[in-house]
């Protein structure tokens, strides 16, 4: 009979590493492939070439932990995709891709626009205890005893900011636009001076 050599029953793990630009956990045009991270799979190490391609070739079949080799992933780059388990049959040919986003800020400041044109300026009282809301829900800040606010750990793409209507002082609203769209991108990570006046319902 004939006998199966490990050739035959060999399968392979690969797929491409890249900076999730706009955030939507896919790897496509305007995405960034990364050269040189380590992915590990359960135990073996690939290094990812300057097309961002990671492959684990004569693997045999069974299931695998695949993930990013952690330790020696650059400090300014968080993991989007988390460790797969997967199930490789023989002669499979499995892809992955495996992503990471740039972490930044958005700052800005609340207060009480008096003559409601839009600016902050002098003589104006800021807002305290007020709560920020990023991409409804996902992070909340309240602004400090000086009005203004920061929220850390903002991943790359695009965002929304919202005050919380419960939080304002009573008969304040938010002057125009109550829902901030912002983006943040590799070359503008940190995006300050986000403004919210606010002024009287009456």
Do not use: C
């Amino acid at each position: 009979p004939y006998r199966y050599t490990e050739d035959d029953l060999s399968a392979r793990v690969g797929g491409v590493v890249y900076l999730d630009i706009n955030a939507n956990g896919r790897f496509d045009e305007g995405d960034k492939a990364l050269a040189g991270i380590k992915i590990l799979a359960d135990g073996r190490l690939a290094i990812s070439n300057e097309k961002g391609e990671y492959m684990f070739a004569n693997l045999t079949p069974g299931i695998y932990r695949v993930d990013f080799h952690l330790p020696s992933l650059p400090a300014n780059y968080t993991p989007v995709t988390g460790p797969q388990l997967i199930r490789l049959r023989a002669q499979e040919n499995f892809f992955i891709d495996f992503a990471v986003t740039v972490n930044g800020s958005i700052s800005g400041l609340v207060f009480l626009d008096t003559n409601a044109n839009g600016q902050f300026d002098a003589g104006e009282k800021t807002l305290s205890w007020v709560e920020v809301i990023l991409d409804e829900g996902q992070q909340k800040v309240f602004t400090d005893t000086d009005g203004t606010f920061y929220i850390e750990g903002v991943s790359l793409g695009a965002h929304t900011l919202t005050l919380d209507p419960d939080s304002l002082p009573a008969g304040l609203t938010v002057s125009g636009h109550d829902v901030k769209t912002l983006t943040l991108t590799e070359a503008e990570l940190d995006v300050a001076a986000v403004l919210f006046p606010l002024v009287k319902t009456d």
